[in-house]
């Protein structure tokens, strides 16, 4: 069975810096692409950046490119999302998600196994 866990979340004020990470359990973590997923209130999950199994082809979402990282260390099975100068509009739930083959996806259907996910909170 395969779990995720994020950690990091908390209330942070625009301009700062967090970093979210996802630990993963069950099943062999450096097999699988990764991804970072966000929801705001009201609004649909959305795809925030993805990694291949090895830590290859990071692909970000318009809105965080050079803002956030994402990035992994599969000898801890650990998933990372380093957010840099947050806004307001990155305020969210923030989900860890696991695909069970090796390559990138951005659609939350591609997707297999999810986190409960974190609050990242951003204000003015």
């Known amino acids: 069975q395969v779990q995720l866990i994020e950690s990091g979340g908390g209330l942070v004020q625009a301009g700062s810096s967090l970093t979210l990470s996802c630990t993963g359990s069950?099943?062999?973590?450096?097999?699988?692409?990764m991804g970072w997923f966000r929801q705001a209130p009201g609004k649909a999950r959305r795809f925030v950046a993805t990694?291949?199994?090895?830590?290859?082809?990071?692909l970000y979402t318009d809105s965080v490119k050079g803002r956030f990282t994402i990035s992994r260390d599969n000898s801890k099975n650990m998933l990372y999302l380093q957010m840099n100068d947050l806004k307001e509009e990155d305020t969210a739930v923030y989900y860890c998600a696991a695909r069970r083959t090796a390559t990138i996806g951005v659609r939350s259907e591609l997707f297999d196994y999810w986190g409960r996910g974190a609050q990242v909170t951003v204000s003015s």
């Open positions: 069950g099943g062999t973590f450096s097999s699988r692409a």
């Open positions: 990694i291949s199994n090895l830590g290859a082809t990071p």
